[in-house]
């Protein structure tokens, strides 16, 4: 069973992409061909839209869904007409948040979608230079500045959860690679002994980690699974013994991770 | 007037934040205290929740709002009871794509809420090694393998692009700062000429980037308006004459200089 799902903003759809994943995800046995559809601000647009609708409806012999954030009304009405089951974010909750607030909304196109800054400026560009400047184990001289310091063995997810953690909280991570070298000492590396509160261990299962390091370096050493047994042994004993809280990632998204992340160490994140 | 709202989950808490934050964007005139609550999955955590709640109306006066992606039905009743006003996305679409899909929904806690890549397999994680790699100028050698060059001065949002676009939608984004040098030749510098058709311009109004290198160097000769009215029209009469697709960011997000880019150049996102 195959149907058709649209996305459809007149901003970046980001918001629509991201409700509309979370009903679908509900219904696992049915596949949804995803389509965006950003950026419908006229009524020509709209029209457009429509017509993909239509095509997708005759190919797939069954109603698309359509997850919708348009604000417009005259826009919504033209998509109500489509063949598509419409699932309209404002239509569901804006009237009776009108009457909770006691306002009428905007219904102003594009009025948010931002993650974070509403532009360019300070929190997360600041945050993602940061990122960079001390990722793998670069920068340590910068590592008082930090809000956290991820540490884990090569392919552990320290890199990706940094950066989310810049560019969706605004918040300065570090990360340190943890080697074969640092994981033979007894104790904490010295460049991060006095950042202890700091530091945030990820890990995963040995078999998971063959795998990543697989699609790296197939074949090799660092990839094999004797390998990884052993360097996660080594870090696990280590974040317990000095007392770093950690997170086993092997079934994680980098949003999951990252939001863990945040949750456990109580940071505050930027205001949004 | 200031009211608080609470984005509730039983995971990330990514989607509260995302519908909640679309809904509240439509009433400006209020200020809300904004709390996120994630991981909210069993009932001893809805009723800390509650209390949660409880203090907020003692404090504001006025009923809380909640935005909920809870999908246990018992959680969704604690809830419920709470003094908030509950506005429950799977409550508002569930049954009525039960009906449309013809099947039961799950209703298991944290299917989704990624936005890409199940776990840190390959797409995202290549794509952001990419972007670091290629990051600022560097990396030259592996434009060939970029999906999109981003090119414009400096302070002009190219790395948080890159790196969103990496993050969000699994493109390899390289970035490429044009200096003054660069600015002074007849057409593109020599290293980007036969990368012509994957380039593409970030610029925003003299005003605007003034503003943000004072943030970064104040007073300097690299911040004063006129040098950076001289170097915007520098780099956009080169946009043009190269006949290079660009875009004004003054006033737009990282999301939204992201999707715009993706939009504009017809880039094939990941899968998710």
């Known amino acids: 069973m195959k149907r058709t799902a649209f996305f459809v903003s007149d901003h970046t759809a980001i918001t629509a992409e991201t409700f509309g994943r979370s009903l679908l995800s509900q219904f696992e046995s049915v596949t949804f061909e995803r389509v965006t559809v950003p950026f419908v601000d006229s009524e020509a647009k709209a029209m457009d839209t429509c017509r993909n609708i239509a095509e997708a409806f005759a190919r797939d012999g069954q109603a698309p869904l359509v997850f919708s954030t348009l604000t417009d009304e005259r826009l919504r009405q033209i998509l109500e007409r489509s063949e598509a089951v419409v699932f309209d974010l404002f239509e569901a909750f804006l009237d009776r948040m009108e009457t909770t607030l006691g306002q009428s909304s905007a219904q102003a196109i594009g009025r948010t979608?931002?993650?974070?800054?509403?532009?360019?400026?300070?929190?997360?560009?600041?945050a993602l230079k940061f990122a960079i400047d001390c990722d793998d184990g670069i920068g340590i001289d910068?590592?008082?500045?930090?809000?956290?310091?991820?540490?884990?063995?090569?392919?552990s997810g320290k890199t990706p959860a940094s950066l989310f953690l810049a560019l969706h909280y605004g918040i300065k991570a570090a990360n340190y690679p943890l080697t074969e070298e640092d994981?033979?000492?007894s104790g904490?590396?010295?460049g991060l002994r006095k950042h202890r509160k700091r530091l945030f261990g990820l890990t995963m299962t040995p078999e998971r980690l063959h795998q990543l390091r697989e699609e790296r370096r197939p074949a090799s050493r660092y990839a094999a699974l004797e390998q990884c047994r052993s360097e996660i042994r080594a870090a696990d004993a280590l974040f317990r013994s000095a007392g770093i809280p950690y997170l086993?990632?092997?079934t994680m998204s980098v949003e999951e991770i990252s939001a863990n992340i945040l949750h456990r160490?109580?940071?505050k994140r930027m205001q949004w």
């Not at 979608?113 to 600041?126: F, I, K, P, Q, S």
């Not at 310091?149 to 392919?155: E, M, T």
């Open 142 to 155: 910068a590592y008082d500045k930090a809000d956290i310091i991820l540490i884990g063995v090569s392919r």
């Open 113 to 126: 979608h931002g993650l974070g800054d509403a532009t360019l400026g300070r929190g997360r560009v600041e």
């Open 248 to 250: 086993d990632t092997s």
């Open 183 to 185: 994981l033979n000492l």
């Open 188 to 190: 904490l590396p010295a």
């Open 265 to 267: 160490k109580g940071l």
